[in-house]
């Protein structure tokens, strides 16, 4: 069996992994990336690619905050990214909308917004309550029953799959290991380094960053830690490629860098079962045409589902063991929101050995029902 | 670019690409006809407007779309058939007008 040695263990390899493992080997940590084979369940191939700020936040203004930090971000991320790599993941910012299919659904996230940006501590962010008439304007794409929508100019969108093929690329160019097939075991701590022992033999590490999506609720225990995350699975339809005419990002329908409208965001609690199902697949199709006719004459190329990595509350996990010295870990279903913070703000953290007061507020003991921590 | 390297006794068909009569082999794959054909470029990127052909052969990629019989349909996963009207070239199509 191989032994790897390294400065930092980064387990799991998708676009929380691999942002972090990218950031850590800019600022020449020599870092080794921990992942699966082809068959894990990868929510970075699967996603929606929407960087997306609007809605998030409720019940955390620190989500909203640390959202909002990621996107102002992006741009200067996806710029370094594509100055390593010569990959460009295509990010663009035009503000994206939420949109409505009556009054009262405009109403109703109307008022979630009002909600979100009246809480306490929260940092407010540039949106608006746009309706039909103008609408129009900016969407001559609309349907007869699309009642308005939410602004934000914040939101934007890019290519994800492009952005985890430059993550890998980029840590790479600059040193780092990637090492497949290497699923973790056990991580034990011995005279302070962290040996993980893997399906490809023991790999060991100063320090180590748990980032393995729905494999933190296995993993987590083992540094005393605890990421009680469940798979929330999304399908997803794209279409054949059209000329643009969509030129922002809506949370349900975006037409992407090369042409093709993809369709989304449905939620189900199937546990680990990325199967698709033609009622759900239809009742997206259904609402995506209301709001957009055209795409009734669109042929589908594809669908498919992945799983999204969900916390009890729906916000991330942000961790540092008390136990393990050196042990982070991160967790959360917008890697690709939050990849600009995961890639440029999170890695002096972990460098420096400490995690910053501004992610105090997503520790996982947050979810510790007993009334210790 | 491409040519036919295995002797068939297939029988020879005939379709009709781009108002042109093209032969092809019985049974064989309608994009592999047209590449023994000498064409390279079926269509237009719908974005950039660069010139596509077939990639991927297995019906992943879908640069090779072409128009059979009025429907667009990958060339890769269709069998040339005898009499068959295809139209090459669509470029930026348009859904709103």
Not at chain 1, 72 to 98: K, Q, Y
Not at chain 2, 34 to 52: K, Q, T, Y
Request: glycine share 10%; net charge positive; charged share 20%.
């Amino acid at each position: 069996m191989k032994r790897e040695e390294s400065e930092f263990a980064v387990i799991g390899g998708g676009l929380v992994g691999a942002a972090i493992a990218w950031g850590l080997a800019r600022l020449g940590k020599q870092v080794a990336m921990l992942d699966e084979g082809d068959i894990a369940w990868r929510a970075s191939r699967g996603n929606f690619a929407l960087v997306w700020v609007q809605s998030k936040g409720l019940g955390m203004p620190a989500y909203a905050a640390w959202t909002r930090r990621s996107s102002d971000g992006w741009a200067a991320f996806a710029d370094a990214l594509g100055e390593e790599t010569a990959i460009d993941v295509a990010f663009r910012r035009p503000g994206g909308f939420a949109l409505c299919l009556s009054e009262a659904e405009l109403e109703a996230r109307a008022a979630a917004m009002h909600r979100l940006h009246n809480q306490p501590d929260m940092i407010p962010y540039p949106y608006e309550v746009v309706h039909r008439e103008r609408l129009r304007a900016l969407l001559p794409a609309i349907g007869p029953e699309v009642a308005g929508g939410i602004f934000s100019p914040l939101d934007g969108h890019c290519n994800s799959l492009r952005l985890l093929r430059a993550l890998h690329a980029g840590l790479q160019r600059r040193g780092g290991k990637y090492l497949s097939e290497h699923v973790v075991d056990r991580i034990e701590q011995r005279q302070g380094m962290f040996a993980l022992a893997t399906s490809a033999g023991e790999v060991r590490a100063a320090r180590v960053v748990l980032a393995a999506g729905n494999g933190n609720a296995r993993l987590a225990p083992m540094v005393g830690l605890a990421a009680p995350v469940r798979p929330q699975r999304g399908q997803v339809i794209v279409t054949e490629r059209v000329e643009p005419f969509l030129h922002h990002p809506m949370l349900s329908v975006r037409q992407t860098d090369e042409g093709t409208v993809m369709i989304g965001s449905s939620t189900e609690e199937v546990g680990f079962d990325d199967h698709v199902g033609a009622p759900v697949l239809a009742a997206m199709a259904a609402r995506a045409i209301r709001i957009f006719p055209c795409l009734g004459r669109l042929n589908v190329v594809r669908t498919w589902a992945a799983l999204r990595v969900m916390s009890p509350d729906g916000f991330p996990i942000y961790s540092q063991s008390m136990t393990h010295a050196g042990a982070f870990l991160a967790t959360c279903h917008s890697g690709v929101t939050l990849a600009a913070n995961h890639a440029l703000v999170l890695p002096p953290m972990l460098e420096a050995g400490s995690l910053g007061t501004e992610l105090a507020a997503f520790g996982g003991k947050r979810f510790d029902v007993s009334a210790h921590g | 670019m491409f040519r036919r390297t295995v002797e068939s006794t297939a029988a020879t068909i005939s379709l009709v690409v781009d108002g042109n009569e093209v032969r092809a082999r019985a049974g064989e794959s309608l994009a592999a006809a047209l590449l023994a054909e000498g064409l390279l470029s079926f269509r237009r990127s719908a974005v950039s407007g660069v010139p596509r052909g077939p990639w991927c052969l297995m019906g992943a990629c879908f640069e090779c779309l072409v128009t059979i019989d009025g429907a667009r349909q990958r060339a890769c996963m269709i069998r040339a058939v005898d009499g068959m009207h295809i139209e090459t070239g669509e470029g930026r199509r348009r859904l709103l007008p």
